[in-house]
């Protein structure tokens, strides 16, 4: 109102148009068909001569009426398709994500395998290559590594949990040593008395590896050469 | 298990012997008022009859999943927030509004319709493509609903009553999202036709769970059990109950390992947009 005098009644509708513009960028459709239809009512009433009166209908609010929303929507209308494919965009970048995620994972459970075929192989060359010196081969339970307890529970001095195996040293082997593997076997080196006359024991020094193979885990304790 | 409103666990099976198979046991009820066949009833029936369904399979296992397809997701999202115990909740095309491309505009006249005459005799006919974009499986699907007004994806027609307690359904749910912290897995297709993946990203956004996982697909449309990527959808479904267990030291923990860099990187990655 006070502008009206240096600007007059030049393109009324410019701003609201920018208005809806905007609403139609941030919001979408519907709104911005609401700011435009109530911007072409308050466009008319206040910035076109005769002002804040609706009686008069003549050229200047006919140009408005017309040109107003004609732009208007063609502006909106582009806006949407734009949206509309920005939206569709997104969309499809989901979809790749959740592909790259499910490859990622397939990955892991393939590099799993491949390691567990690894290992298989590992074990079947060391079973022959140190058959003279094992002394126990023992399938690991994997849930039973996660409860400590359960281990402690199992078997008694001279008799083997039925996982595990006697290798070709185990007769050898000082009773009390079996005993104690039965609760500590664990991989890393282990120092047992092994027979070396008729009943004489020697300290020797044994190792323990660990092997994870897809039919399960198993622990090989041998005599170190 | 719980399937589509106003169709029968048919449109599982798929999903349901794969998950056997990988050694799970999958059981899809027919919920009395919600399965096609019976009497319409309002949703609480519907929610009550899940409920019970859930709690008499809590009794004989020690973890209960409930997996949902379409308006039975938005049902197993009711039953997980009434039974925060739950393990897992799968959500296939969730469907908390009907907004997907083949609804056509004038929908929201139904909500007006229910008042009106209309009410008993009008009933929301399933027009191709059926939720289906395999267009071999569409066309034997066109043919059994001719036949026999239903099929593998679900019936013929739905009564205006049952989708209005659909959405009575899914705005109780929406409300309740934000209480739901059981882990949550949701697959939704981007160009399903019944439920606009909005609704999927609405559900993404809002509910509370420590554990959840989104995936879209792009060759499928609503009904993703029967669809092109059923096979995705069922492998997928599996892999994230196991992680599920494995995420809270259940179940065998060497399955859990991370060997790969990349899915470590995308994880770290995942974790610091979490936090």
Known sequence: MLLSPFLGPAMPGALFCVAAALIEYFFGLGPALTVMLVGLVIADYLFVPPYA????????DLMLVVSYPGVTLFIICLIERLRRAQFRAEMFASVSKSRYE??????????????????????LRHLPHYHDSIILIQALDRKASL?????????????????????SRFSAVHPADIARLQNTLSPGSHRLRIRSGDHTYKP???????????????????IEA | MLHGLSSSPLEMRFLARHLNSEGFTAFAPVLDGYSAGSPERDMQAWVDAAVREFDSLAERYARVSVCGLSVGAALALAVVSKRPTAHAVVLLSVTLSYDGWAIPWYRFLLGWAYYTPLRSRWRYREASPFGLRNEALRAKIARAMQRNGISEVGP??????????????????RASLAGITTDCLIIH????ETANPRNAHDVAAKIASPFLR??????????ITSDNEREIVASETAAF?????????IGSGAESLVVSKALARRLRQLAALGS
Do not use: Q, W
Not at chain 1, 108 to 123: F, P
Not at chain 1, 147 to 162: V, Y
Not at chain 2, 156 to 173: M, W, Y
């Open chain 2, 241 to 249: 109950l196991r992680e599920s267990e494995a995420a809270r030291g």
């Open chain 2, 189 to 192: 297709a981007i160009d399903d």
């Open chain 1, 147 to 167: 409860r400590p307890d359960a281990d402690h529970a199992a078997g008694t001095a001279h008799s083997l949990p039925h996982t595990s195996a006697p290798g």
């Open chain 2, 214 to 223: 989104t995936i879209y697909l792009d060759d499928s449309y609503h009904m």
């Open chain 1, 204 to 222: 020797v020094d044994c190792v323990g590896e660990r092997f994870t193979t897809h039919a399960g885990d198993f622990l090989v304790l041998r």
């Open chain 2, 156 to 173: 013929s027609t739905i009564s205006l009553p049952a989708l209005r307690e659909a959405s009575r359904l899914a705005k109780r749910v």
């Open chain 1, 102 to 123: 499910m490859l990622l994972r397939a990955d892991n459970k393939r590099a799993l395998r491949l390691r567990t075929i690894d290992e298989t192989h590992r074990l």
């Open chain 1, 53 to 60: 009166d609706f009686s008069v209908f003549d050229h200047s």
